[in-house]
């Protein structure tokens, strides 16, 4: 089965290449949380934008479109363990689709100003979707990263 994926947009981000966000200052949790930059969507799917103002946060499927190839076993940054790639957050996919999750600071027009931004300049994006409770799940298991999110 073949499945074709349409850019809806791309961001605009402080990062211009990939090296940029694999930074040590970005490891922790929160690492990402002030960086700011835009979700241009494009003007044939604006209409989609209708009522997104209401929402604090946004869900973003977009495409690693920097990655080449994949690895079923990766180092996550300042790991020194492989681990499974499906267990990290790493571009290097079977599918190179990823997902974050970020602030909703203002709209204007096509434009979303957001903050929580880790993705770099030109990123194509494949959609976006409200953040609501729905998605905040209570009692979660970390696994490895279990003692990283505590420090």
Known sequence: MEIKL???GIVHSPFKKKEDIESKKYACPRG???VQGELEIFKEFEAGLKDIEGFSHLAVIFAFHKSEGFKLHTKPLLEDT???VFS???PHRPN???MTVVNVRERKGNI???SGLDMIEGTPILDI???TTRDQKSSIKMGWLEDKMKK
Do not use: M
Request: hydrophobic fraction near 30%.
């Open 6 to 8: 349409k850019p809806i």
């Open 32 to 34: 990402f949380d002030s």
């Open 82 to 84: 492989l681990r499974g």
């Open 88 to 90: 990290t957050r790493s």
């Open 96 to 98: 190179p689709i990823g």
């Open 112 to 114: 979303l100003k957001v």
């Open 129 to 131: 979707k409200p953040y």
